[in-house]
Nanobody, 123 residues
């Protein structure tokens, strides 16, 4: 079992920045690829970014490429999502997820999920 807990969400004005954190506990964090997703009301869960176990490779959705940066610190058992140039359309609940077999864009392939953190971007 891996327990994940997101933090860092909140209210920010358009153009601003937030950094989300995902703290992991339980099994060895470095054994898992990590992903970030979001879900807005009435919409499906959307892939944002993923990072492999060692952190040397990342994958981004086109909608956030160049604005969001995923990273991880395996010594701190924590993954991060730096979000810059935020837009009102980025308003959603943001989730981190862990996957043992390699990063993926499909939510169903991730076994462990956090509870989510709300991000609201005002215009």
């Amino acid at each position: 079992q891996v327990q994940l807990a997101e933090s860092g969400g909140g209210l920010v004005q358009a153009g601003g920045s937030l950094r989300l954190s995902c703290a992991a506990s339980g099994r060895t964090f470095s054994n898992y690829a990590m992903g970030w997703f979001r879900q807005a009301p009435g919409k499906e869960r959307e892939f944002l970014a993923a990072i492999i176990r060692g952190g040397g490779s990342q994958l981004y959705a086109d909608s956030v490429k160049g604005r969001f940066t995923i990273s991880r610190d395996n010594a701190k058992n924590t993954a991060y999502l730096q979000m810059d140039s935020l837009k009102p359309a980025d308003t959603a609940v943001y989730y981190c997820a862990a996957e043992a077999h390699g990063y993926a864009v499909v939510p169903a392939l991730y076994k462990y999920w956090g509870q989510g953190t709300q991000v609201t971007v005002s215009s």
